[in-house]
């Protein structure tokens, strides 16, 4: 009876051993699925967190970059800004000062006049033309934001500032505007009288040439001004004819009105000063004006200068063609001059229809 018992206790405890060991691999069989289901799942979520990671540390540096950090009034120059890896929108505001306007221009060409301290939205692009008018101080300093806003609700905004110093350099350093009778007599020495011409300005008929271009200017209106002052010049003395620009807007008869733009339908001007700092009257001289759409416009034989003594020319020209940022000057050309590095200016109007 014992060795039947035995004999029992040795299947039962094989059955035990074979139903164990099914089990075992049944349950390895299981898990061996779980966990290729799991597998793919936890990468995706590796590869969402880096990828999230990556592009949360790329949208947060927002960085403005402008041409430069000084402008002159009147200028168009470009800013520029970090292009997001995410989709979204982006916005910029100035802050309020004093006898300073902005003016932009859209996606369309349009030049738009924006009110400081409200967002003007810029859409996706990550560029803007910007044209910014300081009329009451020499320098300026203009405070911008940009703004980016992302389209995911959930990600937070993210904005960036700086700041460019505009330049009226038709403002003394004294920071007070002057009118023209003001700045005339600024020119003169302490003690000296100045007298005004008795004959009015003169209106000159020059010839003018499109270098080239074939474009039809008309014919350019120039206004003179002669301002007298120390008219006693040393023989043995040098001359020195400094040019001097004055401002840039448009011309109605013979009145000049400045202006931060020029429409392509206006008669367009500019301003400059051409003065003698030397000690010795000059000899007859002449410029040549660059005009906006590559005019080039060349004076006849301009009256001498004695020492102190000034001309102030206005040159009115027409029949622009091209709109955008557009460059001018004049260059003299004065025989016996010592200095040539006085002799010629550059600036920049935005022209618009």
């Not at 009226?168 to 003690?191: F, H, K, L, R």
């Not at 005004?196 to 271009?213: A, I, S, W």
């Not at 004049?330 to 006085?342: F, K, Q």
Request: proline share 3%.
């Amino acid at each position: 009876m014992n060795q039947v018992t035995q004999e029992q206790k040795d299947s039962v405890t094989k059955t035990f051993a074979i139903v164990g060991f099914v089990v075992a691999i049944l349950f390895a069989v299981w898990l061996a699925v779980q966990i290729v289901g799991v597998i793919p799942s936890a990468f995706n979520s590796l590869a969402s967190i880096a990828d999230g990671v990556y592009n949360y540390n790329e949208d947060q540096e927002l960085t403005v970059a402008a041409n430069d950090t000084v402008a002159n009034t009147g200028e168009a120059f470009e800013l520029s800004w970090t292009q997001m890896s995410r989709p979204g929108t982006y916005a910029f505001s100035y802050a309020c000062t004093e006898g300073t306007s902005v003016d932009v221009r859209n996606a369309k060409g349009d030049v738009l006049s924006l009110e400081c301290g409200i967002d003007y939205t810029l859409g996706d692009t990550n560029a803007l033309d910007i044209v910014i008018t300081s009329e009451k101080q020499r320098f300026t300093d203009v405070s911008y934001t940009i703004t980016y806003t992302p389209e995911d609700t959930e990600a937070l905004a993210v904005e960036t500032s700086s700041q460019i110093t505009i330049v009226n350099a038709s403002i003394p350093t004294t920071g007070v505007a002057m009118t023209d009778e003001e700045a005339e007599a600024e020119g003169q020495v302490a003690g000296e009288t100045t007298s005004e011409p008795e004959e009015e300005p003169v209106v000159e008929e020059p010839t003018t040439n499109t270098g080239g271009t074939g474009l039809t200017a008309g014919t350019p209106t120039t206004v003179e001004e002669i301002i007298y002052a120390i008219p006693t010049s040393d023989p043995n003395g040098k001359i020195d004819l400094q040019v001097t620009y004055l401002g840039v807007g448009t011309l109605e008869g013979r009145t000049f009105a400045s202006a931060g733009s020029i429409d392509v339908d206006e008669q367009g001007a500019f301003k400059f000063e051409v003065t003698n700092i030397g000690t010795k009257t000059s000899k007859e001289w002449s410029y040549d004006a660059h005009l906006p759409s590559g005019i080039e416009y060349t004076s006849g034989e301009q009256d001498v200068l004695k020492p102190n003594e000034k001309a102030i020319i206005t040159i009115g020209f027409e029949g622009l063609t091209q709109v955008g940022v557009e460059r001018f000057g004049a260059d003299i050309d004065a025989e016996s001059d010592v200095n040539n590095n006085n002799n010629s200016f550059t600036w920049a109007v935005n022209v618009v229809k």
